[in-house]
């Protein structure tokens, strides 16, 4: 597998966050995440989900516990070396990590997600925490 990166955008203060793969040839001024491309199917609901934060505040890692069963089969199966920038599913678990930074607080609580997908991968998250969450 080619090494990826996903592209994000966290706001603290809606409780939002963007975190899309960035296609061959894309230019994302900014760091803005690129719109969503043709060939993509959205799948959304509602779950509880957790991300965890670098020492500077960076967001490392997406975790949402309890996907739905229909989305299951079109997220890669968790495997050894080589996992960041790709979206996993490791035991029905939806694992996104984006670093190789340690985590050094998390943020929970339910949130609406929406998953983009493109044949075989995760190409896009949109994650709203519904409530305040909590932060440890």
Same mark, same amino acid.
């Given at each position: 597998?080619?090494?990826?990166? #996903?592209?994000? *955008?966290?706001?603290? *203060?809606? !409780?939002?966050?963007?975190? %899309?793969?960035?296609?061959?040839?894309?230019?994302?001024? &900014?760091?803005?995440?690129?719109?969503?491309?043709?060939? *993509?199917t959205?799948?959304? #609901?509602?779950? %509880?989900?957790?991300?965890a934060?670098?020492?500077? &505040? !960076?967001?490392?890692?997406?975790?949402?516990?309890?996907?739905?069963?229909? %989305?299951?089969? =079109?997220?890669?199966? =968790? /495997?050894?070396? !080589?996992?960041? !920038? #790709?979206?996993?599913?490791?035991? &029905?678990?939806?694992?996104?990590?984006?670093?190789? &930074?340690?985590? =050094?607080?998390?943020?929970?609580?339910?949130? *609406?997600?929406?998953? /983009?997908?493109? /044949?075989?991968?995760?190409?896009?998250?949109?994650?709203? #925490?519904?409530?305040?969450?909590?932060?440890?």
């Amino acid at each position: 597998m080619a090494p990826q990166s #996903f592209i994000t *955008e966290w706001n603290a *203060e809606t !409780g939002v966050l963007r975190a %899309v793969s960035p296609r061959a040839g894309d230019t994302v001024p &900014g760091g803005t995440p690129p719109p969503e491309a043709d060939g *993509e199917t959205s799948i959304g #609901f509602r779950t %509880v989900a957790s991300l965890a934060f670098t020492h500077d &505040g !960076g967001v490392c890692a997406v975790d949402v516990p309890d996907i739905p069963e229909r %989305v299951a089969p =079109a997220i890669p199966v =968790a /495997r050894g070396q !080589g996992t960041v !920038g #790709f979206a996993w599913l490791d035991s &029905g678990w939806l694992w996104i990590p984006l670093s190789d &930074g340690r985590a =050094a607080r998390q943020h929970s609580g339910l949130a *609406e997600i929406e998953l /983009r997908l493109r /044949r075989d991968e995760v190409t896009g998250l949109s994650l709203r #925490f519904l409530d305040q969450g909590t932060g440890t």
